[in-house]
């Protein structure tokens, strides 16, 4: 969690794709899915599980764009880019 501005949607997007399924007592289904994590062949099923939990958790950001990338040298370390932005109705 960051200092300040944790209210911020941009701010609870990231936290939420930063946080482990199971991580969060009470709430264990809060997160991406830890199994998906360096697994060579699921990146679409990566992609699926940011969006739902984005969908989920986080309505006051709309999803642009997400990919999952291999880190270069690295075997198995994957980055995931995710592009949002505010809805309309949340600007203020």
Known sequence: MQAHGNGNPETCASNL?????GEVPYDRVRGRDG????Q???TDEAVADAEWVLETFEPRVNIKDIQ???EAGNPGNFNTYVDIERKE????
């Open 40 to 42: 060579p062949n699921a």
């Open 68 to 70: 999952i990338n291999p």
């Open 17 to 21: 794709l930063r946080t482990i399924r």
């Open 89 to 92: 109705d949340e600007d203020a």
């Open 35 to 38: 199994a998906l994590i360096d």
